[in-house]
């Protein structure tokens, strides 16, 4: 039966891309023309820079890229102002025919999960198109984003072996028959996905696997075939281009590559009078920068 997965590839192949920015505005780095005093200023005139930063972002990415990745925390920092500039920056992002994946990183008992899948891939004005789903509370934490995903038709990804170093102090402990605990847990993704497969093979119950660990990636791609894997960490943690083949399946399908930081702040880079950079020139060393992760990764996938 056709499930998101579908929809995920067939945008990827039309766009040639399977890369992803993440939205992750920190003002520290804004450039003054977006706001100058970051100590003073209201929660509402920093979400307005948000989002006229995150517009700029959209606009120079949208040729590249096939989603965008807010990450929730950088709005909740502002409370019900940050929220707006959350849900402004999704529709935004629509608007461009993006798609959305909410970095929340969500999961709870049963009951707390379906409202959170709820927020995420229901109806509501937060919700995208995929969300991140923590799955430490065992299956009753995330099988309600797979039922709510369901019956919207939208996606999930579950962490599975995550980008930062300390990530082997729990998801690389050893169980009592030796297998460790990311691949147990791939193990239960393995059955839901023979269960939710689209026409292209691929479930809509995706996995985190970061850029930064290419050898787990490889026996992780091996063992999930049904699985697209959300791979960040790409760029500014350290993952590099040559070694993202491994994530992909033998089409160059099967994974979305996602930067950051490396590309949203790329004007940062060698120029010490960043904070005067125009939006001009952010829109063009963005694109640049975009453009040039896409082909890239787009080399590696021999595409
Ligand atoms: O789920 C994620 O997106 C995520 C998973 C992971 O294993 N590692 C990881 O860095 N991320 C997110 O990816 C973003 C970091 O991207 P960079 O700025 O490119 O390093 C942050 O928003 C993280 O929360």
Known sequence: MRNFADILIEQSIQKKSVFVVGL?????????????????????????AIFQFNQIIIDAVADHVVAIKPQLAYYEVYGSHGIRALEETIAYARSKGLLIINDAKRGDIGSTSLAYAKAFLGQSP???????????LGSDGYLPFVDVAKNNGKGLFILLKT???????????????????????????????LSTKGEHDYSFIGT????????????????????????????????????????????????????????????????????ATTAEEMHTLIQKAALQAKEQINAVRGI
Request: aromatic content about 12%; overall charge negative.
């Open 24 to 48: 992750d505005p920190d003002i520290a780095f804004f450039p003054h023309f977006l706001i100058k005093d970051t100590q003073d200023a209201s929660q509402e005139v920093i979400a307005n």
């Open 126 to 136: 937060l919700s995208g198109d995929m969300v991140t789903v923590n799955p430490f």
């Open 163 to 193: 980008s930062n170093p300390s990530s082997h102090e729990i998801q690389n402990l050893s169980l009592e028959d030796g297998e460790l605990l990311y691949f147990r847990i791939a193990e239960n993704l393995h059955k839901l996905s």
């Open 208 to 275: 985190v696997v970061g850029a930064t660990y290419p050898l787990e990636a490889e026996r992780i791609r091996q063992f999930l075939p049904h699985c697209i894997f959300l791979v960040p960490g790409f760029g500014m943690q350290g993952g590099k281009a040559e070694d993202l083949k491994v994530f992909f399946d033998a089409k160059g399908h099967g994974a979305l590559i996602s930067s950051s930081r490396g590309i949203i702040y790329c004007y940062m880079d060698n120029n010490p009078y960043w904070e």
